[in-house]
């Protein structure tokens, strides 16, 4: 009778083994940062722990600075099933639904706290909602502080004027350039990894980012200001491809959404404490940080909200009883 048992579960074993195997998937992470960014770190934490929960049903290998495409491509792999998750910034989520980009415009939020309560709030979910129906099932399950956008160059930016006829490099989607144009800048869209060879070379002038990725990609280098605009306070979205989504079952959804929700806090602490530091930083490297009245800048920008079109005359992409949700935010 011994004997026959242990038979039987050497066949059970034998059986469920081939099945095991096939049960696991190997996940494709893409995004654009540094491997010395909190993003990555955040992103590496979240993949061990995906396994962990799923019992190792569901590993993440993670593709960092670009090595799967720029984001554009990033975003459009999703689609395709090449890739399964990415972080991207709003603007690029808004080609596949206008609205979800009012996170990523200029001056839309007061202050960081503004930008944490509208992260939480019904009116982000809402966006995120319309982005899912829209890009055919992509599924935003975390938004992660990217840090205020900061602008460099060879020049303080005292004054829209010193921006003016500026060619200042911008991503890749048509709201970054709201900004520079406001101020009669030149935006010239180029992709991520190719900005430091661009502003090295003189291609542009200058260029616009948080303070941490200004010191990972190491823009500080090439550029001898760092003006304190804070034009944009901008954040990345978690998007699991809708491909993916709809393979997980409800239980592993929670999962992921519950891990890459962490990984955004931890990011988020970390962004906030290297931009603290690092205006003293870049000062101790000899860059002249220039502290900007934004006021001048802001009420460049505002008059577009204002008559709903952008510079070029195309109308925003949000309707403006987002806008006015947003600014209800408290």
Known sequence: MLATRRLALVLVLALAAPSAALAQQKLKFAHVYETSEPYHSAALWAAGEIAKRTANRYTVDVFPASSLGNETQINQSLTLATVDMIYTGQLFAGRS????????????????????????????????????????????????????????????????????????????????????????????????????????????????????????????????????????????????????????????????????????????????????RLAGEFAKRGKTVVKVDRRPFMEAVQKYYQSGKLPDGNALPWPRETYDQLQAIR
């Open 97 to 276: 639904h206008g609205p979800i980009s009012i996170g990523g415009a200029p001056f839309m939020f007061r202050d960081f706290d503004h930008w944490k309560k509208y992260a939480d709030s019904p009116l982000f979910r809402s966006l995120s909602a319309g982005y899912q129906k829209a890009s055919g099932g992509n599924t935003v399950v975390a938004i992660t502080y990217y840090g205020n956008r900061q602008t460099t160059a060879n020049k303080a930016l005292n004054r829209p004027e010193d921006m003016k006829g500026l060619k200042i490099r911008v991503p890749d989607a048509p709201l970054y350039t709201l900004f520079p144009r406001a101020v009669g800048a030149n935006p010239t869209p180029i992709a991520f990894a190719e900005v430091y060879l661009a502003l090295q070379n003189g291609t542009v002038e200058a260029q616009e980012n948080p303070l941490p990725t200004i010191d990972a990609k190491k823009f500080y280098e090439v550029q001898s200001h760092i003006n304190l605009t804070a034009h944009i306070t901008d954040a990345l979205l978690t998007i699991i491809g809708g491909p993916l989504w709809a393979k997980l079952s409800e239980s592993d959804r929670k999962i992921f959404e519950a891990v890459y929700k962490e990984a955004a806090a931890r990011a988020t602490g970390e962004i906030i404490a290297i931009e603290a």
